[in-house]
Every structure is written in C-alpha cells, then in structure tokens.
C-alpha cells in the first residue's frame, strides 16, 4: 500500500496565527483529499485536490502530485478550526483511500 | 439533499456478540466503503461496495461482512466481537471511485 506521513502530529496555535501542514505520500496517486474530523468524530470535506491549488475561505490547499506531497495553509485560525486534519489518498481503480496519521490542531483563544 | 446517515450513533456490545451497523449513501452515490478508526489513529479501510458486490478489501479478517442493497444503502456486520473491535465505524459514499464524503460514525464499545 501507500505510506502517507503527515506532519506535524501536534500542533498548537494562537488564535489568529496562520499554520501549514503537510502531507506526503510514497507513490504516485490520482486523487487526494482533505478532512477536517470534528471532535464528535465527523470526517467534514475540506478539499478534493489531485494537483494544483485551491482556496475555500481562509483555508487552501496545494498539491504537487510529481513530488509526492500537499499542503494545507490555514491563515487567522479560529478556535474552531481545532480537531484533526487528514489527509487520505487514491491511487487509482482496484485501489482503496489511505489515510495518513492526522495533525491535531489546539488553537487557544 | 440528505448526506450520508448512519446507524446506531452509539452502542455497547459484550465480547462474543455480533452487531449490524447501517449505511445511507449519499443521494447519487453508488459505492460504499467502510473504516474502521481506533482511538488516536487514522481510518482504516475496511471494505468497499459497488453495484451489491464487494470490490476491495482490506486487512480485516472474516469477522468482518458486509452487504449492500439495490438501493445503495449498506451494512457492516461483525461476528465473535472482541475488545480490540472498540472503535468508532465511518462509512463514505462515492460515486464510483471519486471524492468520498464520510457520515457521522457508528461508536461501538465492546465489553
């Protein structure tokens, strides 16, 4: 299967700061996702990113499939932006999603 | 347009049990797949339907069953169960193989 490390494990912010986290994968995939699990345990759709970039709000999203790795950019976090973020991927038909070990985010007001 | 709905929200269950739990896709979608996700962890894939079949599996043992119905819907069964089956049970729904979008988990407790 696919090893997908995300990075950092833990994170803790000030409201208002802006994060980064990080997500690589060992192979080449065909589709990456997002998520936001809540602290009642929901898997909330962040974004749906195979390549390029996108933006909702105050978060984005960047993936460079040829390098293996996306990011997330959370900017003037808000206390609830905390719980997990997860990455997960696919590599193709015949394949599952693979999930990657979370980054919990505490942001303090 | 409802999301994807699952049954029971919570239960607790003995060691030896057995316990169904359910799954409403998302309107549209006609694949189902199931995690399985431990206390501090990432989901881990269990099983996925499409058109009433089981198309992909993951390292789950036997224990572990599934169905899906004509209508799309879905149930995840698990026989003999054991402390270590303690976790919260997500199923997604897709079309296809494309972008999965999670209910709200089943969170079962073995005794």
């Known amino acids: 299967g696919i090893q997908v490390e995300q990075s950092p494990p833990d994170l803790i912010l000030q409201e208002g700061a802006n994060s980064t986290l990080r997500c690589n994968f060992s192979d080449s995939v065909n589709n990456l996702q997002w998520f936001h699990q809540n602290p009642w345990g929901q898997l909330i759709n962040l974004f749906y990113?195979?390549?390029g970039t996108k933006q909702n709000g105050r978060l984005s999203a960047t993936t460079v499939a040829t390098e293996r790795y996306s990011l997330l950019y959370i900017s003037s976090s808000q206390t609830t932006d905390s719980g997990v973020y997860f990455c997960?991927?696919?590599?193709?038909?015949?394949?599952?999603?693979?999930f990657g070990t979370g980054t919990s985010l505490t942001v303090i007001p | 347009d409802a999301g994807v709905t699952q049954s029971p929200t919570h239960l607790i269950k003995t060691r030896g049990q057995q316990v169904t739990l359910r799954c409403s896709p998302k309107s549209g979608h006609d694949t189902v797949s199931w995690y399985q996700q431990a206390l501090g962890q990432g989901p881990q894939f269990i099983f996925q339907?499409?058109?009433?079949?089981?198309?992909q599996r993951g390292n789950f043992p036997d224990r572990f069953s599934g169905h899906q119905f004509p209508n799309y819907s879905s149930e995840l069964n698990v026989n003999a169960l054991l402390l270590g089956d303690s976790a919260l049970y997500l199923c997604?729904?897709?079309?296809?193989?494309?972008?999965?979008?999670f209910g709200e988990g089943s969170r079962l407790t073995v005794l």
């Open positions: 339907y499409y058109e009433e079949e089981e198309r």
């Open positions: 990113i195979p390549s």
């Open positions: 997960a991927v696919w590599r193709g038909a015949g394949n599952q999603f693979y």
């Open positions: 997604a729904s897709s079309l296809s193989v494309g972008e999965l979008f």
